[in-house]
């Protein structure tokens, strides 16, 4: 039994075409218009969906209305000598005029209501003579727009995240310090109990305390020379 006419208009109609490099997300826009005087149901599948990310992947097209749809190529290891085998299929159906749930009609829905359209997936790695015509033919309104604009904000960003790191260090190093400086007060503590003012000063001295815990133990040592006098 031969299928029902896709009634959606799809662009582009037969090819989806990734443009490199692929060390980082590719996207590229399928935009699906539905010329008709009813409301369409649709579903965007793909032979690869670990490769792919679709948004939205599925929906009610309006009637006269059109939508676009965002194809995400994950990063991969591209080789030019392997052509791609990768394909979507555009699925689509009339929606019921009652209709209250989608996945309902979906179950529901006869063969012959099903319509579909199929696309292959292309990959392209621009070449760097092209990188450079497609630079020097900007325009200067559109290259400042470029500087002032996206990069502007990403490197922005960039300095505000390495300021964050630089904070975040900076609070790491002090809480050592602090902490090994309470245990190192501790350690002097000890030892003061038990060994003599000048030991402790020079244990003191060779643990590098601060100036404020050897004034302390210099203090200290004062008043034990003069309660020692006082004494004899």
Known sequence: ??????????????????RGPFTDVVTT???LSNPTDRNVCFKVKTTAPRRYCVRPNSGIIDAGTSINVSVMLQPFDYDPNEKSKHKF???SLLAPYDMT???????????????????RCAFEMPLENDKTSELTSLPKS??????????????????????????LREENKQIREDDGLRKRKVTVMAAH???????????M?????????????????VLGVIIGKLVL
């Not at 009609?105 to 006869?110: D, G, I, L, P, S």
């Not at 001295?205 to 040592?221: K, P, Y």
């Open 1 to 18: 039994m031969a299928r029902t006419e896709q009634v959606l208009l799809l662009e582009p109609q037969h090819e989806l075409k990734f």
């Open 29 to 31: 826009t399928l935009k």
């Open 89 to 91: 299929m555009v699925q």
């Open 101 to 119: 749930d989608m996945e309902g009609v979906w179950k529901e829905a006869k063969p012959d209501e099903l319509m579909d359209s199929k696309l």
């Open 142 to 167: 559109a290259s400042a727009s470029l500087d002032d604009g996206e990069v502007k904000k990403i490197m922005e960003e960039c300095k505000r995240l390495q300021m964050e790191v630089q904070r």
């Open 193 to 203: 109990s038990s060994s003599s003012s000048a030991a402790v000063a020079t244990g």
């Open 205 to 221: 001295r060779e643990e590098g305390l601060s100036t404020r815990i050897l004034a302390l133990c210099v203090l200290f040592f």
